[in-house]
Nanobody
Framework: VQLQASGGGSVQAGGSLRLSCAAS????????MGWFRQAPGKEREVVAA????????YYADSVKGRFTISRDNAKNTVYLQMNSLKPEDTAIYYC???????????????WGQGTQVTVSS
């Protein structure tokens, strides 16, 4: 599976961005999918994750109520809608596929290349 993340950019605090993660090579319809982020000098952390059916989701406390993860299995794509962005959301955002545990980065088998999100105050 190849994952291509896109949609990052620079926005002011309070703004919105929508990240997309397009998969190719095989269908991701049976995979748990996750979004992670890594800020300079910090460890990679889980942001949100979604089960294969979309029936179960996870959000980090820091993004609850502001971010929404969704998936379109017909398009082989996962999305992360980010609203009310804060400067502390600045990071490289990565999508990942295929894990038995939503929140554990090392359990994911496939990773995209990352997309930069920069939020200015």
């Amino acid at each position: 599976v190849q994952l291509q993340a896109s949609g990052g950019g620079s926005v002011q605090a309070g703004g919105s961005l929508r990240l997309s993660c397009a998969a190719s090579g095989r269908t991701i319809s049976s995979y748990t999918m996750g979004w992670f982020r890594q800020a300079p000098g910090k460890e990679r952390e889980v942001v949100a994750a979604i089960s294969w059916s979309g029936g179960s989701t996870y959000y980090a406390d820091s993004v609850k109520g502001r971010f929404t993860i969704s998936r379109d299995n017909a398009k082989n794509t996962v999305y992360l809608q980010m609203n009310s962005l804060k400067p502390e959301d600045t990071a490289i955002y990565y999508c990942a596929a295929d894990s038995r545990l939503m929140t554990i980065a090392t359990m994911y088998h496939y990773w995209g290349q990352g997309t930069q999100v920069t939020v200015s105050s």
